[in-house]
């Protein structure tokens, strides 16, 4: 009701930690009629085997769910991993982890990425072959990922949205209407449009939030 069209939950991070809302919020979503999937953050300190089965136990495959999303981000506060990434192996880790969650989901993955992370390790080269989920709230996506092609874009982190308590991401899809209806029969259909004016959640782009 409050223009919603599609969810990503996050579901879990690492290998040990499973969001403690996230199959209420898995089944509210398909009640509510919303398009979903569900979200992994890698948790740099963790086998990536070890990280895949996790998720794999706690999100369930079903055909009419979004693609699942691979979530890297550069974690260097964190108390608990004190890993450097350093990209030629991060990148065979993330590679390894897509190819498995694509062969027990059947749905080839979105790479959810941060600018820093972007920046020092991905670059504009890796992963032409997979859809990219942006994170910039305050700059258009072309300005922090040049040369980029990207399919979610999420433009705000402190969105309100009627029914849930708190702040949410809002995100947006880049494409018509038609182009949505693809995506989310399929979960793979690449995007038709051009490489324009992002959309901000209005018009052609549809709503969302995470």
């Known amino acids: 009701a409050a223009?919603?069209?599609?969810?990503?939950?996050?579901a879990t991070e690492g290998g040990d930690h499973v969001d403690e809302k996230f199959l209420a919020n898995w089944q509210g979503a398909r009640a509510a009629?919303?398009?979903r999937g569900a979200y992994h953050f890698v948790y740099w300190c963790r086998p990536w085997r070890e990280e895949?089965?996790?998720?794999?136990?706690?999100v369930p495959v079903d055909p009419n769910a979004l693609p699942p999303v691979l979530d890297v981000e550069a974690t260097p506060t964190?108390?608990?991993?004190?890993?450097?990434?350093?990209?030629e192996q991060?990148?065979?880790?993330?590679?390894?982890?897509?190819e498995e969650m694509e062969r027990h989901y059947g749905k080839r993955p979105i790479i959810y990425v941060t600018v820093d992370f972007y920046e020092h390790i991905m670059h504009p080269d890796e992963f032409k072959?997979?859809?990219?989920?942006?994170?910039?709230?305050?700059?258009?996506?072309?300005?922090?990922?040049?040369?980029?092609?990207?399919?979610?874009?999420?433009?705000?982190?402190?969105?309100?949205?009627?029914g849930i308590v708190g702040n949410v991401d809002r995100n947006a899809f880049?494409?018509?209407?038609?182009?949505?209806?693809?995506?989310v029969d399929n979960g793979i259909q690449q995007a038709s449009r051009g490489d324009g004016g992002a959309d901000s959640?209005?018009?052609?782009?549809?709503?969302g939030e995470e």
């Open 3 to 10: 223009g919603t069209r599609f969810v990503y939950i996050k």
């Open 33 to 35: 009629g919303v398009a």
């Open 52 to 58: 895949m089965e996790w998720f794999k136990r706690n």
């Open 78 to 87: 964190s108390k608990t991993c004190k890993r450097t990434l350093y990209r």
């Open 90 to 98: 991060a990148l065979v880790e993330m590679r390894a982890m897509l």
């Open 129 to 162: 072959d997979y859809k990219v989920w942006v994170r910039s709230t305050k700059y258009a996506p072309h300005v922090k990922y040049p040369g980029r092609k990207w399919t979610f874009w999420q433009y705000q982190s402190d969105a309100r949205i009627p």
């Open 174 to 183: 880049r494409g018509s209407a038609n182009d949505w209806a693809a995506f």
């Open 201 to 207: 959640g209005e018009g052609d782009g549809d709503g």
